[in-house]
Protein backbone atom coordinates (compact mmCIF):
# COMPACT_ATOMS: atom_id res chain seq x y z
CA UNK A 1 0.00 0.00 0.00
CA UNK A 2 1.58 3.46 -0.76
CA UNK A 3 -0.64 6.16 -0.30
CA UNK A 4 0.87 9.54 -1.56
CA UNK A 5 -1.73 10.89 -2.97
CA UNK A 6 -4.55 10.08 -0.44
CA UNK A 7 -3.23 10.91 3.03
CA UNK A 8 -5.27 9.79 5.82
CA UNK A 9 -7.77 12.47 7.26
CA UNK A 10 -6.41 13.91 10.47
CA UNK A 11 -8.15 12.87 14.07
CA UNK A 12 -8.56 9.62 12.53
CA UNK A 13 -7.61 6.60 14.36
CA UNK A 14 -7.06 4.04 11.62
CA UNK A 15 -6.25 0.31 12.44
CA UNK A 16 -3.45 -0.84 9.93
CA UNK A 17 -3.31 -4.17 11.72
CA UNK A 18 -5.00 -5.60 14.95
CA UNK A 19 -3.33 -3.36 17.99
CA UNK A 20 -1.77 -1.15 15.66
CA UNK A 21 -3.03 2.14 15.04
CA UNK A 22 -2.16 5.33 13.13
CA UNK A 23 -3.33 8.94 14.57
CA UNK A 24 -2.84 11.09 11.79
CA UNK A 25 -2.05 14.83 12.58
CA UNK A 26 -2.68 13.88 16.36
CA UNK A 27 -0.48 17.03 17.36
CA UNK A 28 -1.53 20.64 16.18
CA UNK A 29 0.93 22.33 14.67
CA UNK A 30 1.74 24.59 17.18
CA UNK A 31 2.28 21.15 19.62
CA UNK A 32 4.80 19.38 16.39
CA UNK A 33 6.58 23.34 17.27
CA UNK A 34 6.74 22.55 20.97
CA UNK A 35 8.03 19.32 20.54
CA UNK A 36 10.53 20.03 18.29
CA UNK A 37 11.77 22.49 20.40
CA UNK A 38 11.99 19.78 23.26
CA UNK A 39 13.40 17.28 20.87
CA UNK A 40 16.42 19.90 19.98
CA UNK A 41 17.17 20.74 23.66
CA UNK A 42 17.40 17.15 24.96
CA UNK A 43 19.71 16.52 22.06
CA UNK A 44 21.48 18.95 22.14
CA UNK A 45 22.22 19.25 25.94
CA UNK A 46 24.83 17.91 28.07
CA UNK A 47 23.75 14.29 27.55
CA UNK A 48 22.27 14.50 24.16
CA UNK A 49 22.15 12.28 20.53
CA UNK A 50 24.93 10.03 19.64
CA UNK A 51 25.06 7.78 16.73
CA UNK A 52 25.28 4.05 18.17
CA UNK A 53 27.49 1.32 17.11
CA UNK A 54 25.54 -1.94 17.04
CA UNK A 55 26.17 -5.16 18.09
CA UNK A 56 28.50 -6.50 15.32
CA UNK A 57 30.03 -3.09 14.54
CA UNK A 58 27.59 -1.40 11.76
CA UNK A 59 26.31 2.66 12.76
CA UNK A 60 23.04 3.20 13.14
CA UNK A 61 21.66 5.38 10.56
CA UNK A 62 20.14 7.78 13.20
CA UNK A 63 21.20 9.56 16.09
CA UNK A 64 19.77 8.26 19.52
CA UNK A 65 19.08 9.21 22.92
CA UNK A 66 17.55 7.75 25.49
CA UNK A 67 15.60 9.22 28.48
CA UNK A 68 14.99 7.32 31.50
CA UNK A 69 16.75 4.36 30.56
CA UNK A 70 19.48 3.87 28.27
CA UNK A 71 18.95 1.14 25.31
CA UNK A 72 22.72 -0.10 25.32
CA UNK A 73 22.83 -1.01 21.05
CA UNK A 74 25.90 -3.26 22.08
CA UNK A 75 23.65 -5.71 24.41
CA UNK A 76 20.45 -5.01 23.49
CA UNK A 77 19.35 -4.05 27.01
CA UNK A 78 18.15 -1.56 29.14
CA UNK A 79 20.29 0.36 31.52
CA UNK A 80 20.92 3.32 33.62
CA UNK A 81 23.90 4.56 32.11
CA UNK A 82 25.04 4.93 28.67
CA UNK A 83 28.30 2.33 29.09
CA UNK A 84 28.53 2.39 25.07
CA UNK A 85 29.08 5.80 25.10
CA UNK A 86 30.23 7.83 27.94
CA UNK A 87 28.85 6.47 31.23
CA UNK A 88 26.68 8.83 31.57
CA UNK A 89 23.18 8.43 33.62
CA UNK A 90 20.65 8.12 31.31
CA UNK A 91 18.14 11.91 31.47
CA UNK A 92 14.86 11.56 33.43
CA UNK A 93 12.03 10.97 30.83
CA UNK A 94 10.06 14.49 31.45
CA UNK A 95 6.64 14.58 32.91
CA UNK A 96 5.30 16.77 29.70
CA UNK A 97 6.25 14.10 27.64
CA UNK A 98 5.56 10.81 29.00
CA UNK A 99 1.73 12.70 29.72
CA UNK A 100 1.96 13.01 26.18
CA UNK A 101 2.16 9.86 25.22
CA UNK A 102 -0.53 8.57 27.92
CA UNK A 103 -3.06 10.75 25.73
CA UNK A 104 -1.77 8.93 22.53
CA UNK A 105 -2.45 5.28 23.98
CA UNK A 106 -5.63 6.66 24.95
CA UNK A 107 -6.45 7.70 22.01
CA UNK A 108 -6.25 4.35 21.01
CA UNK A 109 -7.90 2.59 23.58
CA UNK A 110 -4.84 1.63 25.70
CA UNK A 111 -3.17 2.20 28.34
CA UNK A 112 0.69 2.34 29.17
CA UNK A 113 2.98 4.01 31.98
CA UNK A 114 6.08 5.13 30.12
CA UNK A 115 9.06 5.42 32.38
CA UNK A 116 11.79 5.24 28.63
CA UNK A 117 11.83 7.45 25.62
CA UNK A 118 13.77 6.70 22.59
CA UNK A 119 14.20 10.03 21.05
CA UNK A 120 15.99 9.87 17.45
CA UNK A 121 16.98 12.43 14.63
CA UNK A 122 17.11 11.35 11.27
CA UNK A 123 18.83 13.21 8.78
CA UNK A 124 17.88 13.11 5.04
CA UNK A 125 19.84 10.25 4.59
CA UNK A 126 18.23 8.47 8.06
CA UNK A 127 16.79 4.85 8.11
CA UNK A 128 16.05 2.39 10.45
CA UNK A 129 16.48 -1.52 9.28
CA UNK A 130 13.57 -4.08 10.07
CA UNK A 131 13.57 -4.64 13.96
CA UNK A 132 11.09 -5.67 16.96
CA UNK A 133 10.96 -3.89 20.05
CA UNK A 134 11.66 -6.75 22.34
CA UNK A 135 14.13 -5.79 25.03
CA UNK A 136 11.36 -4.48 27.71
CA UNK A 137 10.60 -6.63 30.54
CA UNK A 138 8.77 -9.85 29.71
CA UNK A 139 5.96 -9.13 31.54
CA UNK A 140 5.30 -5.87 29.13
CA UNK A 141 5.70 -7.77 25.93
CA UNK A 142 3.30 -10.55 27.48
CA UNK A 143 1.09 -8.09 28.29
CA UNK A 144 1.10 -6.23 25.04
CA UNK A 145 1.14 -2.95 26.58
CA UNK A 146 1.79 -0.86 23.72
CA UNK A 147 4.75 1.81 22.21
CA UNK A 148 3.82 4.98 21.44
CA UNK A 149 5.29 7.15 18.28
CA UNK A 150 5.43 10.30 17.48
CA UNK A 151 7.10 11.71 14.61
CA UNK A 152 8.42 15.33 14.02
CA UNK A 153 9.64 16.78 10.66
CA UNK A 154 9.96 15.21 7.17
CA UNK A 155 7.43 12.23 6.55
CA UNK A 156 9.14 9.09 7.54
CA UNK A 157 8.39 6.08 4.76
CA UNK A 158 7.46 3.37 7.80
CA UNK A 159 7.16 -0.18 7.42
CA UNK A 160 5.39 -2.74 9.05
CA UNK A 161 5.39 -6.15 9.37
CA UNK A 162 4.47 -9.12 11.09
CA UNK A 163 5.50 -11.68 13.68
CA UNK A 164 8.36 -12.57 11.74
CA UNK A 165 10.75 -11.29 9.34
CA UNK A 166 10.07 -12.57 5.84
CA UNK A 167 6.12 -11.88 6.36
CA UNK A 168 4.80 -9.17 4.36
CA UNK A 169 5.07 -5.55 4.94
CA UNK A 170 2.81 -2.61 4.59
CA UNK A 171 4.10 0.54 4.27
CA UNK A 172 2.74 3.59 5.70
CA UNK A 173 3.93 7.69 5.66
CA UNK A 174 4.29 8.96 9.27
CA UNK A 175 3.96 12.63 9.10
CA UNK A 176 4.88 15.58 11.26
CA UNK A 177 2.31 15.15 14.10
CA UNK A 178 1.59 11.61 13.32
CA UNK A 179 1.56 8.98 15.93
CA UNK A 180 1.45 5.42 15.69
CA UNK A 181 1.06 2.49 18.16
CA UNK A 182 1.34 -0.79 18.59
CA UNK A 183 0.44 -2.96 21.03
CA UNK A 184 -1.85 -5.86 21.97
CA UNK A 185 -1.01 -8.85 19.33
CA UNK A 186 0.86 -6.17 17.33
CA UNK A 187 3.38 -5.07 20.46
CA UNK A 188 6.42 -7.66 18.61
CA UNK A 189 5.73 -6.80 15.16
CA UNK A 190 8.94 -6.35 12.76
CA UNK A 191 8.87 -2.46 11.86
CA UNK A 192 11.55 -0.29 10.34
CA UNK A 193 11.94 3.22 8.69
CA UNK A 194 13.06 2.98 4.74
CA UNK A 195 13.82 6.33 3.87
CA UNK A 196 12.97 10.05 5.15
CA UNK A 197 11.18 12.65 2.33
CA UNK A 198 13.93 15.55 2.59
CA UNK A 199 11.65 18.69 2.38
CA UNK A 200 8.07 17.69 3.87
CA UNK A 201 8.17 18.75 7.10
CA UNK A 202 6.07 21.57 7.69
CA UNK A 203 7.66 24.95 6.77
CA UNK A 204 6.78 26.69 9.78
CA UNK A 205 9.13 24.21 11.57
CA UNK A 206 11.78 25.59 9.97
CA UNK A 207 13.83 21.67 9.94
CA UNK A 208 14.80 19.34 7.71
CA UNK A 209 15.40 15.72 8.93
CA UNK A 210 12.89 13.90 11.43
CA UNK A 211 12.33 13.71 14.98
CA UNK A 212 10.48 9.96 16.05
CA UNK A 213 9.95 9.46 19.73
CA UNK A 214 8.96 6.05 21.31
CA UNK A 215 7.50 5.37 24.52
CA UNK A 216 8.09 2.46 26.69
CA UNK A 217 7.23 1.15 29.82
CA UNK A 218 10.10 -1.05 31.19
C1 LIG B 1 11.86 2.75 16.03
O1 LIG B 1 11.38 1.71 15.63
O2 LIG B 1 12.53 2.75 17.06
C2 LIG B 1 11.66 4.03 15.31
C3 LIG B 1 10.54 4.03 14.34
C4 LIG B 1 10.38 5.37 13.65
O3 LIG B 1 11.35 6.12 13.54
O4 LIG B 1 9.27 5.68 13.21
MN1 LIG C 1 11.39 0.04 17.06
Known sequence: ????????????????AP??????????????????????????????WYRPTVRGGGRMRVEMLCLGRHWNPLTYRYESTRADRDGAPAPPLPDDLAALACRVAAAAGMTLAPDICILNAYGTDGRMGLHQDKD?????????????????????????GGLRRRD????????????FVFGGPA????????????????????????????FRQY
Open 1 to 16: MQETLFPPAPGTVEWV
Open 19 to 48: GAARLAGFLSLDEQHWLAGRCRDLGGGPVG
Open 136 to 160: EQPDTLAAGIPVVSISIGDTARFVL
Open 168 to 179: PLQHLDLRSGDA
Open 187 to 214: RLRYHGVTRILPGTAPAPLGMTGRYNLT
